[in-house]
């Protein structure tokens, strides 16, 4: 079973900047491919960014590409999500996930508890 803790979460401005950090464990975090997701309220929960075992390869949606960039740190088995330039459409919660397979159809099997980002006009 993979334990997944996020941190980071805040209230901030529209224009301002937050890094989200996830800290894995009970699994080699190099087996893992790591991803972000966010769930805004009345509204589904979307894919944000992953990052495949090595970090050398990295997807991202389309509302996120060029503001936020995902990496990892295998030594400290922790994956980030740097957020810039942020919006007030940003607000949500994040949630980490794993998962050991790096498929199309963007599954993930293990999840966090979610950390709240609070965007201010």
């Known amino acids: 079973q993979v334990q997944l803790v996020e941190s980071g979460g805040g209230l901030v401005q529209a224009g301002g900047s937050l890094r989200l950090s996830c800290a894995a464990s009970g699994r080699t975090f190099s087996s893992l491919v790591m991803g972000w997701f966010r769930q805004a309220p009345g509204k589904e929960r979307e894919f944000i960014a992953r990052?495949?075992?090595?970090?050398?390869?990295?997807d991202y949606a389309d509302s996120v590409k060029g503001r936020f960039a995902i990496s990892r740190d295998n030594a400290k088995n922790t994956v980030y999500l740097q957020m810039n330039s942020l919006k007030p459409e940003d607000t949500a919660v994040y949630y980490c996930a794993a998962t050991p397979y790096y498929s199309s159809d963007r599954r993930f099997n293990y999840w966090g508890q979610g950390t709240q980002v609070t965007v201010s006009s």
């Open positions: 990052v495949n075992w090595s970090g050398g390869s990295k």
